[in-house]
């Protein structure tokens, strides 16, 4: 190892929006409201979900779910985000950044397996829609939950368990929003190339297959209603376009972060905002202005919070 003067490491430089404070300013604020605007959304749904007997069903079940981690994906950058945008000097210790990532893949890597199992709920409930609750039991159910974190937790220490030992005695300083994986590995002061390209194979490929496997069982599921009657299809387009562009949304910026992750590409940082700030708010969104049960759920629950106060 090749210490550079003797020094170790024990913090990083977030680099962040550098620019004027009139722009910081608005960052701040903009973001703090798109980041209390995903907690309420993602919050409500959950809470709609979990006392609405109406939504007491497999597809609400993994939507309450995804809002969960949704929220917790969002929560792991975005509140060091945005008080860096108030701060002169935007360090985190280097477990601080080891603890950002792990939680980042973590949830990542289970919010990836919960979107495919929501898929799987899409083509049960349109192609098999007799056999529905036969199929997506509650035991089923349960093992979706507990593979999606189990496959997260996997994901996560099999980077980590590589990188958190790595020697950091050289450069500090972190070109981005937050801790992101391929950005770390590249300060460390030793050979990393391996480790660079078990990155690519661990978190591209698998955001990259996960896609596929989506975007796949999605056409079968189109085709499939095609084949039995064509005025379903407009409906079936219809149910699965919210999930189309969630997981569009989900999957784009990861892919091209950690397809290419070690080119220096400017468009880092908004890729990033894009993925840990937007798409955590999307879920809500496209989940609660789309569909008319869950708005007639959430509207139920609040006139029985009336009258009961």
């Known amino acids: 190892m090749d210490l550079k003067n003797g020094s170790v490491v024990t913090e990083f430089i977030l680099l962040g929006f550098s620019g004027q404070w009139e ?168 050979e990393t190339y391996t480790l660079e390209l078990f990155v690519i194979a661990d978190s591209g490929l698998l955001s990259f297959i996960c896609f596929i496997l989506l975007l796949v069982s999605y056409i079968v599921i189109l085709i499939s209603v095609q084949q039995k009657s064509s005025g379903g299809l407009s409906k079936a387009l219809s149910t699965l376009s919210a999930h189309m562009i969630v997981v569009t949304l989900f999957f784009g910026p990861c892919i091209f972060i950690y397809a290419w992750p070690f080119n220096s590409f400017s468009g880092n940082k908004v890729l990033a905002v894009f993925y840990t700030v937007f798409t955590p708010l999307l879920n809500p969104i496209i989940y609660t202005l789309r569909n008319q049960k869950m708005k007639e759920a959430m509207r139920k629950l609040q006139f029985q919070n009336v009258i009961s106060t």
């Open 23 to 190: 722009l910081q300013i608005f960052f701040f604020v903009t973001f703090s409201l798109i980041y209390s605007a995903t907690v309420l959304g993602n919050v409500l749904i959950m809470v709609t979900v979990t006392f609405s007997s109406t939504l007491h069903s497999p597809m609400y079940f993994l939507l309450g779910n995804l809002s969960f981690l949704d929220m917790c994906l969002s929560t792991v950058t975005t509140p060091k985000m945005i008080t860096d945008l108030l701060s002169e000097h935007k360090i985190i210790s280097i477990w601080g950044c080891m603890t950002q990532m792990f939680f980042m893949h973590f949830f990542g890597g289970a919010e990836m397996t919960l979107l495919i199992a929501m898929a799987f709920d899409r083509y049960v409930a349109i192609c098999k829609p007799l056999h529905y609750r036969t199929i997506m039991s509650h035991r089923l159910l349960s093992g979706f939950m507990i593979l999606s974190w189990i496959i997260g937790f996997i994901h996560t220490m099999s980077q980590m368990v590589l990188t958190v030992n790595l020697p950091f005695c050289g450069p500090n300083v972190i070109d981005n929003i937050f801790c992101d994986l391929p950005l770390v590995i590249k300060l460390a002061c030793m």
